[in-house]
């Protein structure tokens, strides 16, 4: 639905009395925030006001800094008021504007000029000589003519800020902005499977995005992986429906270099290489690290959950598949930030094909990275309560049965939990069980290729 709006009047937006003397420095974090840090060269007038130019306009206003060369703010204003339809007649309420209305038919125009009574629900209430009339705002027959811009109006965010100094100098401005952030994303490229073990080669990447309508240009780019606390989510960028995200990858060829690692507090930074270009509504994708032949262990895991038929005699279960959990070290020098991580292998006939995918917390070096994939389709288990019986008013005791089979070509280690409650016995058993909690128990078993495996236990719980 297309809605026209005409506005004969010289639009009064302030221009800036400053202008950018350095390329700005954008401290990003993974959670919708960024630093913005600018230097500026501003021309205040004769009472010290000058107009700072362009900012974010998610940006945080009460972390907005000036810090000229010479003396000191006096004050500071921040104004981000965009002149769409809603607001132009929003403001121009007992007013007269110009209605013009085009016959469907014929495509003849006819123009009043009534009072704006006012505006609600998607609709202007007019008053014209001896009618009142509602007309719609986005229908397409309708346009509204405004003899003026409403004063304040603009249609880029504005930073103003009087100077105690009205010489021309140079200042520093720093500021938060939500609309700005990153994440990593992970690219595993699994190798031949030999058993549970199998080497990979892994790919980590960032993408940046600006979800506002300010560009930097030739940016000093920093990234920050860690979860600091925020008092209050910053404001949510006004970004119009056409402005569609455009995504930009930085080329591969050959070996990228990869971002500095420092620390700052207790985060990790980095410090990406040479300038980078971050224009509004983009999202711009960046190598961060690149390591071959790493050690990838696949486990094929069942888990009976829910202490159910510990407490009742219960049928047999159906056949459920292993999910197939990848576990790696992170034995590189660099801790791995928490992202998308999707997994992939070649086929017999070498085409590349994904396995699966999962998100991964925050993971320090030295520790391990926990991905669940999918459900494998070979490998099945199938758990049977043979025997149940009540000891007395607080014990059961309980039989089970777990059939494990493995149509695969090859063999495979799978493991088993039970989630047995709070106070329970293993009290016969065909293969030795581990312990990882109080309200666990796990076993690890070997089923062969094309083969099967049973397990069978029993367990008495007692109830408090």
């Not at 005409?6 to 700005?24: H, K, Q, R, T």
């Not at 980590?204 to 920050?224: F, G, I, K, P, Q």
């Not at 309560?385 to 049965?401: A, G, K, P, V």
Request: charged share 25%.
């Amino acid at each position: 639905m297309k809605v026209t709006v005409c506005v004969f009047a010289l639009i009064p937006f302030a221009v800036a009395d400053a202008v950018f003397a350095a390329p700005a420095r954008l401290t990003v974090y993974q959670h919708d925030l960024a630093l913005v840090q600018e230097t500026r060269e501003l021309k205040p007038d004769a009472t010290g006001w000058v107009v700072l130019g362009e900012v974010s306009e998610a940006a945080i206003v009460d972390s907005l800094n000036v810090q000229p060369d010479h003396g000191y703010v006096k004050q500071q204003s921040f104004r981000y008021d965009p002149p769409t339809l809603v607001a132009l007649l929003a403001r121009h309420v007992g007013k007269r504007i110009t209605v013009i209305h085009t016959n469907p038919g014929s495509g003849a125009e006819q123009s009043s000029t009534p009072l704006l009574v006012s505006v609600e629900s998607g609709r202007a209430l007019i008053a014209d000589q001896d009618r009142i009339e509602s007309l719609p705002i986005g229908d397409s027959q309708w346009r509204y003519r405004f003899a003026a811009m409403p004063e304040g109006m603009t249609a880029e965010p504005q930073l103003r800020a009087q100077l105690s100094d009205v010489q021309t100098q140079e200042a520093g401005l720093s500021y938060l902005t939500g609309g700005v952030g990153w994440q990593a994303h992970y690219r595993l490229l699994l190798g031949d499977a030999r058993g549970n073990q199998q080497p990979g080669d892994l790919e980590a990447r960032v993408e940046v995005y600006n979800n506002t309508t300010m560009s930097w240009h030739d940016a000093t780019l920093e990234l920050v992986a860690g979860d600091l606390n925020r008092a209050a989510s910053a404001p949510v960028p006004r970004i119009h429906a056409e402005m569609m995200m455009r995504s930009v990858s930085a080329d591969m060829a050959g070996a990228a270099p990869e971002p500095q690692r420092d620390s700052v507090g207790d985060y990790h930074l980095y410090r990406v290489p040479g300038p980078v270009a971050l224009p509004a509504n983009e999202r711009r994708d960046l190598h961060l690290l690149h390591r071959d032949g790493v050690a990838v262990q696949r486990d094929y895991r069942f888990d009976f959950g829910n202490n159910r038929g510990l407490y009742q005699p219960i049928g047999a279960d159906e056949p459920i598949p292993a999910a197939i959990r990848l576990r790696l070290d992170n034995q590189t020098p660099d801790p791995l930030p928490g992202g998308l991580w999707r997994a992939y292998a070649r086929g017999a006939d070498g085409v590349l094909r994904l396995l699966g995918e999962d998100r991964s917390d925050n993971v320090p070096i030295g520790k391990e990275v926990r991905l669940d994939i999918g459900h494998a389709f070979d490998v099945t288990a199938r758990r049977v309560q043979t025997r149940f019986r009540r000891l007395n008013n607080r014990e059961t005791e309980s039989d089970w049965r777990v059939e494990i089979a493995n149509a695969g070509d090859q063999g495979v280690t799978v493991e088993l939990i039970d989630q047995l409650g709070l106070n329970w016995e293993i009290t016969e058993q065909s293969d030795a069980h581990e312990t990882p909690d109080a309200q666990h128990a796990r076993w690890t078993l070997s089923v062969p290729a094309h083969g099967e495996r049973v397990l069978s236990y029993q367990v008495t719980t007692r109830q408090r």
